[in-house]
């Protein structure tokens, strides 16, 4: 029965996310919600300008509609998991509708000034500290404890420090999954990898509500990459990878094995601290020689390769057989571990 839930929220999911394409893309275009290209960006991704943005709501309703239509009814045939799993599963997928929300409003912002940047960072911090709260605080109400189960080592308690942790962990999470869009189909393939190895994980520790739900998600990735891959007619947008970080977030937390997101995510942490390592060097360099400096030609590190001469269809290639390789990993901890 398990297989046949799993292919049921991959056929809704890879769907209605496929589907919808048709009519929102169009839609998007008519209301001349365009993506304004960074002037600091390769110059050749001036031919984008214009291209739709905000086009993670697909893959949004698609997961949205396999979830709320394909676990209940699992449920109603097998008996529910524990309260806590069913909180797990549920809580986990309004987490990542929340990050959907406050990327939703980056995007429109931004469209609406016409420019690349939308909320300010500090704007965003608090509100995805705040959904992350609300996340945990709803775990917590629903039973979970304080304890993590490390591979290898089993059950830690953290104690108090878990929360404090964990929330770090969301929001870091969901800020390098940002980081890995901009390059036509990048974010889309390397979170599908990502996906489908914490859903197997899930498979693995008999957990069949997060494994449908990581199921789903991965199946829209590939319904989004009918529209997104290069040369894409839709950008995901803030919308779209902010609610991709919190889809990831939620199955590891569903799992009880957040530190999975160490090697699940190695391209996600790359990006990230690729980022930090370009500010930090330039900071430094400015201080010392009064010019600044760059460690890469350009950063997130996807696009230092597309400095270099990578097509984006090559980096998408290259960075999806790292993140399937991180995967491997994280599936191996849970297998030996």
Known sequence: MNSFLFLMAALVAFTVTAVLGWWLIPFLHKLKFGQTIREVGPSWHKNKQGTPTMGGILFILGVAAAVCSCVPVYYQQNGPETYLMQMKIFAGLAMALAYGAIGFMDDYISIKKKRNLGLNEKQKL???????????????????????????LGPVDLGLFYYLLAAILLV???????????VDGLNSTVTFFVLMALALCAGVL???GVAAMGVAAAAACVGFLI??????????????????????????????MPILLLPAGLVYWLEMISV????????????????????????????????????????????GVASL???????CCVLFG
């Open 227 to 256: 529209w997104n891959f290069h040369p894409a007619k839709v950008f995901m947008g803030d919308t779209g990878s902010l609610f991709l970080g919190g889809m990831v977030g939620a199955l590891a937390f569903g799992l009880d």
């Open 276 to 319: 930090v390592l370009q500010v930090a060097y330039f900071k430094h360099t400015k201080r010392k020689y009064q010019e600044g400096r760059r460690l890469f030609k350009m950063s997130p590190i996807h696009h230092h390769f597309e400095m270099c001469g990578w097509s984006e269809v090559k980096i998408c290639a290259a960075f």
């Open 126 to 152: 608090i509100l995805q500290f705040f959904v992350a709260g609300a996340y945990l605080l709803t775990l917590y109400l629903a039973g979970e404890d304080t304890a993590t189960t490390i591979p290898f």
């Open 172 to 182: 870091g999470l969901t800020n390098a999954v940002n980081f890995t869009d901009g």
């Open 206 to 208: 008999s957990m069949a």
């Open 325 to 331: 390789a991180g995967g491997a990993l994280a599936l």
